[in-house]
């Protein structure tokens, strides 16, 4: 049995000013947090006036602007509205991170690494632009930079949340094969913050790895007793319960996916016959 980690945790967080909406919330979860579930449609543009006579109050209107779209699926529109920002005001560390995810959600990875890198450049003593730019350095192949960035991150004082960038480095090296080191950042995530889901979540996958289908339970047990279900937690308990041929618990896991969950990804999944 694996000894417990001391674990909870949270979004992207540091130092109370706003983010934007649509950045690296979760690398944890491994994927791009880029939309939410039923956005509002985005606000008219302020006059033109105002905006000429000040650019870098303009430039973050127009960032917003991009955010709203991106979580409409509007891209094209995200482009056009972001880079008017740039244009605007190209030395805002937000403005150049927005772009750098409304370009990787284009597929154009040379432009969006120039943004997030500038980003880094410019916030080069904020701990959150680093971390969303580590974060764009693991979704592109290099893991071993992404993880020294993610811990100089966690061990910024003035960053809020250690614990996020400790598992987002877990993640981060997991994806290249590193059981061994990616579970220690996940216990270290949990000595800090008891019960996180992320890195409960992330451990039970391990277990799955490893096919350790005793340990795995145990652990999605555990994340059950102390945190709401989610439906990739969920989803986990399903794979888990099929690899120990144990049809009955699967099928219950599968029902409260499509009960609990039912727009979810993973109830269409179900729905639709597929398995992975």
């Given amino acids: 049995m694996r000894a417990s980690g001391v674990p909870r945790a949270a979004g992207d967080g540091a130092r109370g000013r706003a983010r934007p909406a649509v950045l690296l919330a979760a690398l944890a979860c491994g994927a791009l947090a880029a939309c939410s579930h039923s956005p509002p449609a985005p606000p008219n543009p302020l006059p033109a006036e105002p905006v000429r006579k000040n650019p870098k109050q303009a430039a ?10 991106l979580k409409i699926g509007k891209l094209a529109a995200a482009r056009d509205t972001i880079e008017r920002a740039l244009k605007e005001d190209a030395n805002n560390a937000q403005v150049q991170e927005t772009a750098g995810v409304v370009y990787e959600r284009l597929n154009d ?15 080069k003593d904020d701990p959150e632009v680093q971390n969303y730019y580590a974060g764009f350095l693991c979704r592109t192949g290099h893991a071993a930079s992404g993880e020294k960035l993610f811990m100089q991150v966690a061990s910024n004082p003035l960053y ?3 614990e996020v960038a400790l598992v987002n480095a877990g993640v981060c090296i997991h994806s290249s094969g590193d059981l061994v080191d990616s579970e220690r950042y996940f216990q270290r995530a949990l000595a800090i913050r008891p019960n996180m ?5 992330q451990l039970a996958n391990i277990d799955l790895e490893r096919g350790d289908t005793a340990e795995a339970r145990a652990t999605i047990q555990r994340d059950l007793a102390v945190n709401p279900p989610t439906p990739e937690l969920l989803w986990l308990a399903v794979r888990v319960e099929r690899r120990a041929q144990d049809a009955a618990a699967a099928a219950n896991f599968a029902r409260r996916i499509q009960v609990e969950f039912p727009n979810s990804e993973q109830a269409q999944l179900l729905r639709s016959g597929i398995d992975r």
Wanted: glycine share 4%.
């Fill in 197 to 201: 889901p992320e890195a409960l979540l």
């Fill in 109 to 123: 990875m040379a432009k969006a690494e120039h943004a997030y890198a500038t980003a880094a450049r410019i916030g």
């Fill in 160 to 162: 809020q949340t250690p």
């Fill in 60 to 69: 973050i209107i127009n960032m917003q602007l991009s955010i709203e779209f």
